[in-house]
């Protein structure tokens, strides 16, 4: 996987665009004054975790003894269980009810920004991309950067592009995630037949 295909991937399954209604509404009860701070700090709280996450994944996998077939299938159910969510979402959003006061880690953070599917995602392309540390640190880093600016234009893409046209634009970024997962699973299922 090249450097452009994993950090779409990757930004894909971030899913910032998604994600601006509940950015602004939990943000909603910062001041003012702080909410760019609170945004930038979060923001960088997450890549943190991304980069962990790009580190040690591999020796995790490695630990649990996971195939390459396996890395390749669970890829493929996890972004199709992902973009299943975003093309027909909850009733609610994400996350439901959000805490009051001003964020710390967690909700934007983790789980909005370094969630369990992106970390996951992470693990599964370092596994698969054995050797090629650099271009997946920039594909992260790439997918994070794009991911960022949305975010911190959150307000203003709100104004822009109202409710129905974020809904619109993610449920078409699920629509391709859908055909990425399938073709993860072919993959590793071709994969899997080859080794039988």
């Not at 995790?60 to 299938?73: D, H, P, T």
């Not at 975003?86 to 959000?98: A, Q, S, W």
């Not at 055909?179 to 080859?194: K, R, S």
Request: net charge neutral; proline share 5%; charged share 15%.
């Amino acid at each position: 996987m090249d450097i452009f295909a994993a950090a779409t991937l990757l930004f894909l399954v971030m899913d910032p665009l998604g994600n601006i209604p509940l950015f602004l509404s939990v943000l909603k009860q910062v001041p003012e004054e702080r909410r760019r701070l609170v945004l930038r700090r979060e923001l960088l709280i997450a890549y943190l975790v991304l980069l962990i996450f790009l580190v040690l994944g591999p020796y995790i996998l490695s630990f649990l003894q996971v195939s390459q077939e396996a890395i390749r299938i669970g890829g493929g159910i996890v972004l199709f269980l992902i973009a299943i969510k975003m093309v027909f979402p909850k009733e609610g959003g994400l996350l439901g009810k959000t805490p009051d006061g001003e964020p710390f880690i967690v909700p934007l953070a983790i789980p909005l920004i370094a969630g369990p599917s992106s970390l996951a995602m992470i693990m599964l392309m370092r596994k698969s991309a054995e050797g090629q540390w650099l271009d997946m640190w920039l594909a992260v880093t790439a997918a994070w950067v794009v991911s960022a600016l949305i975010l911190l234009a959150s307000r203003r893409l709100y104004v822009l592009l109202g409710e129905r046209g974020l809904i619109a634009i993610e449920r078409l970024m699920g629509m391709v995630l859908i055909i990425m997962a399938v073709q993860m699973l072919l993959e590793g299922t071709a994969e899997y037949l080859n080794l039988a």
